[in-house]
């Protein structure tokens, strides 16, 4: 590893920005563009973005070479064999020139602004390492759609109690490597930052899109080698992720609306029966000592995510409702519960911005918000709105309610058409942080 010193509170702060590649040509043009266009505010910078392509057989390589010779930030390294996802980022590590590096999978969209508010946080010289929030770009129709974003929405519930941090992360350059067998990197790192004395810090702003595995044997297979590989860093690093605590996840599960309709029940419990089965294969492997630092690649995960993580719907609409809201009448009356209600109408009004038309139903507790954009969006803002209502203390008048007032919600978006996209459905949230992710 070249030498570099961090840079001094309020100075440039220049981010190297690896991505490690095999077999993305269906993405990685999308990816890098979404990297190469971030706006900074600040002193900060994308000084070089190198992109590690590891024994491709497709256009990779051809599309990276290609975009490097237009934009003078990129650089491609070519392993000719796979040798796995920890190789190719300890060559981009001991290449790196900046004293901020950023890891980027291939396979994902990064929002704008996500790189910013990752680096935003290195002006403390305590954080040694942020991590972004993964939204998925999957429907949630389906099982398996259904599967992948109570995984995400787990994962964000967790992290920002307890950072995991994944998909996309930022560190200060003081890791000179990680093990070459390790199937979960950034947890590789995240141990190595941590046992340095640095904090670790989740940033829900910084959203990547990406798209999860959507066949069952797919599902199964990544999450056997991630728990396969989180049980390892616990043996050979003494590190533990949060999300390896049953009683974390059962937590995290009671506040997030998982279980608010039968159909959501249901499918909710498939999902916590499927991650049992591939943690058991995944302790099996471990007996076995099965390595798995190159993994299958899982198919369905690999599909063209930009387009769906881009589409815009000129409508949303945001439904705000105060769980047990009669009860909450009953015992505070009725003028403290359209009081309360305000409140929450004025939470949305300030976090949906002037462009959000927002309606009250006061006699059934029920905030209704219409805002254009995407449906991320539009869920990332509604979390906040969520979040923000149940960290500020809400007076009830004198009389206070036995019980705090809990708030749900759920988002719908409706394309051009006017008529629902069939891949979105309205997803009742129940939840006390900006939710997302499932352990990984």
Same mark, same amino acid.
């Given at each position: 590893?070249? !030498?570099?010193?961090?840079?001094?509170?309020?100075?440039?702060?220049?981010?190297?920005?690896?991505?490690?590649?095999?077999?993305?040509?269906?993405?990685?043009?999308?990816?890098?563009?979404?990297?190469?266009?971030?706006?900074?505010?600040?002193?900060?910078?994308?000084?070089?973005?190198?992109?590690?392509? %590891?024994?491709?057989?497709?256009?990779? /390589?051809?599309?990276?070479?290609?975009?490097?010779?237009?934009?003078?930030?990129?650089?491609?390294?070519?392993?000719?064999?796979?040798?796995?996802?920890?190789?190719?980022?300890? $060559?981009?590590?001991?290449?790196?020139?900046?004293?901020?590096?950023?890891?980027?999978?291939?396979?994902?969209?990064?929002?704008?602004?996500?790189?910013?508010?990752?680096?935003?946080? #290195?002006?403390?010289?305590?954080? *040694?390492?942020?991590?972004?929030?993964?939204?998925?770009?999957?429907?949630?129709?389906?099982?398996? *759609?259904? =599967?992948?974003?109570?995984?995400?929405?787990?994962?964000?519930?967790? %992290?920002?109690?307890?950072?995991?941090?994944?998909?996309?992360? /930022?560190?200060?350059?003081?890791?000179?490597?990680?093990?070459?067998?390790?199937?979960?990197?950034? $947890?590789?790192?995240? @141990?190595?930052?941590?046992?340095?004395?640095?904090?670790?810090?989740?940033?829900?702003?910084?959203?990547?899109?990406?798209?999860?595995?959507?066949?069952? *044997?797919? #599902?199964?297979?990544?999450?056997?080698?991630?728990? @396969?590989?989180?049980?390892?860093?616990?043996?050979?690093?003494?590190?533990? =992720?949060?999300?390896?605590?049953?009683?974390?996840? !059962?937590?995290?599960?009671?506040? %997030? *609306?998982? #279980?608010?309709?039968?159909? !959501?029940?249901?499918?909710?419990?498939?999902?916590?029966?499927?991650?049992?089965?591939?943690?058991?294969?995944?302790?099996?492997?471990?007996?076995?000592?099965?390595?798995?630092?190159?993994?299958?690649?899982?198919?369905?995960?690999?599909?063209?995510? %930009?387009?769906?993580?881009? =589409?815009?719907?000129?409508?949303?609409?945001?439904?705000?409702?105060?769980?047990?809201?009669?009860?909450?009448? $009953?015992?505070?009356?009725?003028?403290?519960?359209?009081?309360?209600?305000?409140?929450?109408?004025?939470?949305?009004?300030?976090? #949906?911005?002037? @462009?959000?038309?927002?309606?009250?139903?006061?006699?059934?507790?029920?905030?209704?918000?219409?805002?254009?954009?995407?449906?991320?969006?539009?869920?990332?803002?509604?979390?906040?709105?969520?979040?923000?209502?149940?960290?500020?203390?809400?007076?009830?008048?004198?009389?206070?309610?036995?019980?705090?007032?809990?708030?749900?919600?759920?988002?719908?978006?409706?394309?051009?058409?006017?008529?629902?996209?069939?891949?979105?459905?309205?997803?009742?949230?129940?939840?006390?942080?900006?939710?997302?992710?499932?352990?990984?």
């Amino acid at each position: 590893m070249s !030498a570099r010193s961090g840079a001094s509170r309020g100075s440039t702060w220049d981010c190297s920005v690896g991505v490690m590649a095999y077999n993305e040509e269906a993405n990685i043009a999308d990816a890098l563009a979404s990297i190469l266009d971030q706006q900074f505010t600040g002193q900060r910078r994308i000084a070089e973005l190198i992109v590690v392509a %590891s024994g491709c057989e497709d256009k990779t /390589a051809a599309i990276v070479a290609d975009i490097a010779g237009r934009d003078s930030r990129v650089r491609l390294l070519e392993q000719e064999q796979r040798q796995g996802k920890a190789s190719a980022i300890n $060559l981009f590590i001991d290449a790196a020139q900046s004293p901020l590096l950023v890891l980027v999978s291939a396979d994902l969209v990064v929002k704008e602004g996500a790189l910013d508010a990752l680096l935003s946080h #290195f002006d403390d010289p305590e954080v *040694g390492m942020v991590g972004g929030h993964p939204t998925p770009v999957n429907g949630e129709t389906t099982f398996l *759609g259904h =599967a992948v974003h109570l995984q995400w929405r787990l994962h964000d519930r967790i %992290s920002v109690k307890s950072p995991k941090l994944g998909e996309i992360i /930022a560190l200060r350059s003081v890791v000179p490597s990680i093990p070459l067998d390790t199937a979960v990197d950034e $947890l590789s790192l995240q @141990a190595i930052v941590s046992q340095l004395g640095y904090r670790l810090v989740y940033e829900p702003r910084a959203v990547v899109y990406n798209r999860g595995p959507a066949t069952v *044997g797919d #599902f199964l297979r990544q999450r056997r080698r991630i728990y @396969a590989g989180h049980l390892r860093i616990r043996k050979q690093q003494g590190y533990s =992720a949060p999300t390896m605590s049953p009683w974390v996840i !059962a937590r995290a599960l009671r506040g %997030s *609306g998982s #279980f608010a309709t039968l159909r !959501a029940a249901l499918w909710t419990t498939g999902t916590v029966l499927l991650e049992a089965v591939a943690r058991a294969l995944g302790s099996y492997d471990v007996v076995r000592g099965r390595q798995a630092h190159m993994w299958k690649i899982s198919a369905s995960t690999k599909k063209h995510v %930009s387009a769906d993580a881009t =589409a815009e719907h000129p409508h949303n609409v945001a439904v705000f409702h105060i769980v047990d809201f009669h009860r909450q009448r $009953l015992e505070v009356g009725a003028h403290a519960s359209r009081q309360l209600t305000r409140r929450i109408a004025d939470h949305v009004r300030q976090d #949906f911005g002037p @462009a959000a038309v927002v309606s009250v139903i006061q006699q059934s507790g029920t905030v209704i918000a219409t805002l254009p954009g995407n449906r991320a969006d539009a869920d990332l803002a509604a979390s906040e709105v969520v979040r923000r209502f149940e960290s500020t203390p809400e007076g009830l008048t004198d009389s206070q309610a036995a019980v705090p007032p809990t708030l749900a919600y759920a988002i719908v978006a409706f394309p051009s058409t006017g008529q629902p996209p069939a891949d979105v459905m309205p997803v009742p949230r129940h939840q006390s942080d900006p939710a997302t992710t499932a352990a990984s």
